[in-house]
Nanobody, 122 residues
Framework: EVHLAESGGGSVQAGGTLTLACEAS?????????MVWFRQADGKEREEVAG???????KYADSVKGRFTISKDNAKNILYLRMNNLSPDDSATYRC???????????????WGQGTQVTVSS
């Protein structure tokens, strides 16, 4: 079975913290895919927020550097996104995805979760 399932979204005031979780199937974890968090707000383009490659290297969008941290617990098959100092601009639907590369994920050769909503009020 191949699946990703996000959780942890919700409503928070500006300056608050949320930690998103993305539970991955064993197959995905064993494949050694890169894993990525994307977000998309209403009326805006999808944004690649944070990524973790098979070697453990991380990459962040400039808009979240220093505030968001991506990590993975291999024992639990969970990808996390800890989000500190949230602002209303961070409000969006957050989705995790996995694949051989980000390019392959975006070209349709990846696995996506359904998403979890994050709402930050001022």
């Amino acid at each position: 079975e191949v699946h990703l399932a996000e959780s942890g979204g919700g409503s928070v005031q500006a300056g608050g913290t949320l930690t998103l979780a993305c539970e991955a199937s064993e197959y995905i974890m064993r494949k050694g895919y890169c894993m990525v968090w994307f977000r998309q707000a209403d009326g805006k383009e999808r944004e690649e927020v944070a990524g973790l490659d098979v070697d453990g290297r991380t990459k962040y969008a400039d808009s979240v550097k220093g505030r968001f941290t991506i990590s993975k617990d291999n024992a639990k098959n969970i990808l996390y996104l800890r989000m500190n100092n949230l602002s209303p601009d961070d409000s969006a639907t957050y989705r995790c995805a996995a694949g051989n590369t980000v390019g392959k994920i975006l070209s349709g050769n990846g696995v996506w979760g359904q998403g979890t909503q994050v709402t930050v009020s001022s």
